[in-house]
């Protein structure tokens, strides 16, 4: 391989990484922090693919961002309600929300599977018109991810600081003690569900707007990328102040799709993809475990062999 295919590798593993990472960021606030395991991920990327992609089609590309957030709030806010007024397991109301949002989104589109956007402007072009004339014009995708993945990292630290945050992270570990408390676990859950969902569809909205195209299943696996990504993260920065545990998760993403470009430059065939990503969850879960193992099969294999404790 040479240089410059390497850095081409590079510079798309870390364009889709950072896109990526928002989604990672919306389930470290939503399975990590309020310990819910929301299964609408994949719909509710769509979702903002979707919303985002018919309003800059309409001429508004900014304005797809919010609109795409908003439509995140939605699903987060449907979801979280199933779960805490209707009974309804964590788990079976995404899975629920999920399929609902596959008829959305197909609605939304204008009963197509898929819309084009090569004709319209994007926030990828408009960042493209302002650095063409300077070194960075061929990084203007980067420029973008980057400045979303930032504004949304540093809004998410601060946000786990308020006493609403507090009130979440609370939620998550201990939600009899937040009852106790006199804090009301209904509304932070539905509160934590929402803001992260919405950071999923502006993914979405993003990934959108870079490929100039949404199809139905842009959203299609995105729970196990984001849960790879967010374990690989976990092994980076562990138990560390939540803004290093933010870093480390935009690692994570990094190197998830740093592997998968690698294998899509492999020429491995597209149905393996899953597989890959499997491994990678596999890799990412077993390894830790693995490692604190380790001593105690060092231990094992010396006494099976007669060198005695180690």
């Known amino acids: 391989m040479s240089l410059g295919s390497a850095l081409t590798l590079l510079q798309t593993a870390s364009e889709l990484g950072l896109i990526s990472a928002l989604t990672v960021l919306a389930l470290y606030l939503s399975y990590s922090m309020l310990n819910v395991c929301d299964l609408s991920t994949d719909g509710c990327f769509t979702f903002g693919a979707t919303v985002g992609a018919v309003v800059t089609l309409s001429g508004h590309p900014f304005l797809a961002i919010p609109a795409a957030m908003a439509a995140g709030v939605a699903s987060g806010f449907i979801t979280a309600f199933l779960q805490t007024k209707m009974g309804i397991n964590s788990l079976l109301a995404g899975i629920i929300v999920n399929t609902a949002l596959y008829s959305i989104n197909i609605a939304v589109m204008g009963n197509s599977s898929i819309l084009n956007m090569n004709k319209c402007d994007t926030v990828f072009t408009k960042m493209l018109a302002l650095v063409k004339d300077t070194p960075f014009k061929e990084q203007y995708k980067l420029i973008v991810a980057a400045i979303a993945v930032i504004a949304v990292g540093v809004l998410l630290a601060l946000f786990l600081r308020t006493k609403l945050g507090l009130a979440i992270r609370a939620t998550g570990n201990n939600p009899d003690m937040v009852r106790s408390s006199s804090i009301n676990p209904v509304f932070t859950t539905i509160v934590g569900l929402c803001v992260a969902n919405s950071f999923t569809a502006l993914s979405g909205c993003l990934l959108a707007q870079s490929q100039k195209s949404v199809n139905i299943d842009i959203g299609t ?6 849960l790879a990504s967010l374990l ?15 870093v480390g998760l935009v690692l994570g993403a990094f190197v998830f799709r740093l592997v998968y470009t690698i294998a899509l ?4 065939p597209a149905f393996m993809l899953k597989f890959v990503s499997s491994v990678i969850v596999i890799a990412a879960i077993s390894v830790p475990y693995l490692k604190t193992q380790f001593p105690l099969f060092k231990r094992r294999f010396a006494q099976r062999f007669g060198k005695g404790s180690v």
Do not use: C, E, Y
């Open 265 to 268: 430059r492999l020429d491995m």
């Open 221 to 226: 696996g995105m729970v196990t990328i984001a």
């Open 232 to 246: 690989i993260g976990n092994v980076f920065m562990g138990r560390k102040k939540i803004p290093l545990q933010i």
